[in-house]
T-cell receptor
Framework: QKEVEQNSGPLSVPEGAIASLNCTYS??????FFWYRQYSGKSPELIMF????GDKEDGRFTAQLNKASQYVSLLIRDSQPSDSATYLC???????????FGRGTSLIVHP | NAGVTQTPKFRILKIGQSMTLQCAQD?????MYWYRQDPGMGLKLIYY???????DKGEVPNGYNVSRSTTEDFPLRLELAAPSQTSVYFC???????????FGQGTRLTVV
């Protein structure tokens, strides 16, 4: 059974701080990794994807992948109240038609 | 491109009624999915399809049915609605096994 684990939170950080969200996965054959943001009452939207070990930066967001340790993380720099949402980690295994989603981590950025 | 379009956005059903949730995508994606999400919970896969004419069960298929007669459309049928089917339903599509999923706006269903 392929699993993706996330701490449900909530993770509370002050405005301007760095928020660090973590995700571990069980399938060593996983090939692509995604972070989605879901505001309350809305659908998930993609914010980052990463395929290779290392860091990938896009504006205030950095995705980090370590395949040897089977974890992927998302860093949000200069956190804003508008970043308050649930962040879903998703993993694609090469042999599966189905992406595996974590249950999400709730992030609260307080002024 | 409209992306993934779901209708209706909201619906209230009485116990025992049936309905179809519509999902259409205009990105020519072969892979399509139906999820349900209960309050404070993660996404649970109901059914998925890897192309027209091909569907398969997900984690929670009981009480639901799907069809995929075209690449664009992937309707979800609820027969004999039960209160346990009160949830938010999301349709998603993706191009292949390694790409991101695009989600529709969701359908909020209440069964009373």
């Amino acid at each position: 059974q392929k699993e993706v684990e996330q701490n449900s939170g909530p993770l509370s950080v002050p405005e301007g701080a760095i928020a660090s969200l973590n995700c571990t996965y069980s399938d060593r054959g996983s090939q692509s990794f995604f972070w989605y943001r879901q505001y309350s009452g809305k659908s998930p939207e993609l914010i980052m994807f990463i395929y290779s070990n290392g860091d990938k930066e896009d504006g205030r967001f950095t995705a980090q992948l370590n395949k040897a340790s089977q974890y992927v993380s998302l860093l949000i720099r200069d956190s804003q109240p508008s970043d308050s949402a649930t962040y879903l980690c998703a993993v694609n295994s090469g042999g599966s038609y189905i992406p595996t989603f974590g249950r999400g981590t709730s992030l609260i950025v307080h002024p | 491109n409209a992306g993934v379009t779901q209708t209706p956005k909201f619906r209230i059903l009485k116990i025992g009624q049936s309905m179809t949730l519509q999902c259409a995508q205009d990105m020519n994606h072969n892979y399509m999915y139906w999820y349900r999400q209960d309050p404070g919970m993660g996404l649970k896969l109901i059914y998925y399809s890897v192309g027209a004419g091909i569907t398969d069960k997900g984690e929670v298929p009981n009480g639901y049915n799907v069809s995929r007669s075209t690449t664009e459309d992937f309707p979800l049928r609820l027969e004999l609605a039960a209160p346990s089917q009160t949830s938010v339903y999301f349709c998603a599509s993706r191009e292949n096994r390694n790409t991101e999923a695009f989600f529709g706006q969701g359908t909020r269903l209440t069964v009373v």
